[in-house]
């Protein structure tokens, strides 16, 4: 019968690590008068650690009265202990550490390359995204940027900007991001801000690269124009001009046309004269997740009705506008004449019935508005649903009738 005793190893390795008997390596860690040896043996290193087995491998590895002698000034001795505690027996507790050791951590499991001490960070970083996310955003994507083991939690902290980016652009430490941090948050259709009010962080973020320069641009000399123009160039073409109304664009934009393209100012000049609609070569707005003011339906109800307005089979958490509530039955009364009164004449309208006593709901799309003409309207667009169960959206069943294409942005409830 077989027979394991793992804790009882795990306990002996970690007194083998506390009485040092029959080192062989001597680790020094930290910097200056911080600087501390501690003792390890080569073997259990290069288990546990690829680092370690490759630069234990080499010929030429710095050895002094028969000891491996490896130099780690850029880890604190405090944290490497910490992992040479794990290396040996398994053991760590992250809840005894702060965000900014935590994050540390992780980098030096990276350097060692202790792929299992790299999951268990990485899972702990996923259990409390959003802790470490309100108290250090800066710190967390520059920590898993451009880190090749690093990719997923890259993407979730990535999409977590991008469903709340004011904790990261009202962040104190926003002005320090990395410059290719910003340009890759700027890349993103999803990043849920309004085009002027990221153009606002992208000009503070500017400034703070270059603190000498005054705030005014009609202050500023040939030289200083010149290192503003260098700053904001790699950002200027990932900004939707073309969505900034007219009258942000000229106070908050206009003035600092000297650090932008000619062709730009004069592109959007002639496209508020004209108020014309953005050429097919234009950028859609930013993608955003929609606030629902609703009782009957969430946010993923939301999605699927907004995509199949636009008869489309991927559903997409992300629309590119708002529903806006006009009607509830239960706040504006339950008949047909404070329907009317509140949805006829109001464009495309989306109506949504929830049946008492049940998660059952259906309802329908109408392209075209509502009236009290008592006259029939052909369109192809507009379709009929069901949810068997409200919080089974697999339960769901569409049917199109035909019209005109039309975008709905109305929501009206009800509860029968």
């Not at 690590?17 to 029959?22: A, C, F, Q, S, V």
């Not at 690269?209 to 009609?218: E, L, R, V």
């Not at 529903?323 to 989306?350: I, V």
Request: one cysteine or more; proline letters at 4%; a negative charge.
């Amino acid at each position: 019968m077989p027979f394991e005793c793992p804790q009882e190893v795990a306990d002996d390795l970690e007194k083998l690590l506390e009485n040092n008997e029959d080192y062989d390596v001597i680790i020094y860690t930290g910097e200056n008068e911080n600087v501390k040896g501690i003792r390890a043996h080569s073997n259990i290193l290069r288990i546990r650690s690829q680092n370690f087995c490759a630069e234990l491998s080499k010929d030429y590895l710095e050895k002094k009265d028969g000891k491996f002698i490896f130099r780690k000034p850029n880890i604190p001795t405090r944290l490497f202990e910490i992992i040479l505690r794990f290396i040996y027996c398994g053991k760590i507790d992250l809840e005894k550490l702060q965000e900014t050791e935590i994050l540390k951590l992780l980098l030096i499991a990276n350097e060692l390359n202790i792929p299992t001490l790299i999951n268990h960070i990485q899972e702990y970083l996923v259990k409390h995204q959003d802790e470490f996310f309100q108290k250090n955003p800066v710190g967390v994507l520059e920590t898993v940027y451009q880190k090749e083991n690093f990719s997923d939690i890259l993407n979730l902290f990535l999409k977590k900007v991008c469903e709340e980016p004011e904790i990261l652009f009202n962040s104190d430490k926003f002005i320090s991001l990395k410059q290719s941090l910003l340009e890759l948050l700027l890349k993103r259709d999803d990043l849920s801000l309004d085009e002027i009010v990221i153009w606002d962080n992208l000009i503070k973020w500017c400034f703070a690269q270059n603190s000498s320069i005054s705030q005014d641009p009609t202050q500023w000399n040939n030289d200083e124009v010149t290192i503003m123009e260098r700053t904001i160039h790699k950002f200027v073409s990932l900004i939707r001009f073309y969505h900034i109304s007219m009258e942000s664009f000229v106070t908050k934009v206009y003035p600092f046309k000297v650090i932008l393209p000619e062709n730009l100012i004069n592109d959007m000049l002639l496209f508020y004269a004209k108020n014309d609609q953005p050429n097919e070569d234009k950028r859609p707005p930013r993608q955003s997740k929609c606030i629902v003011d609703s009782v009957i339906i969430n946010q993923n109800h939301i999605a699927i009705f907004a995509n199949w307005i636009y008869r489309k089979v991927n559903i997409s958490e992300y629309i590119h506008y708002n529903f806006h509530l006009l009607y509830r039955a239960s706040r504006d009364g339950n008949t047909s004449k404070a329907f009317h009164e509140k949805c006829d004449n109001k464009g495309a309208t989306l109506v949504v019935i929830k049946i008492t006593d049940s998660d059952q709901i259906v309802g329908g799309y109408n392209p075209l508005s509502w009236d009290c003409s008592n006259t029939r309207k052909p369109t192809y667009d507009s379709f009929i649903f069901s949810f068997t169960n409200k919080n089974n959206l697999h339960s769901a069943k569409i049917s199109y009738s035909n019209g005109v294409r039309a975008v709905g942005q109305y929501l009206v409830e009800v509860v029968i």
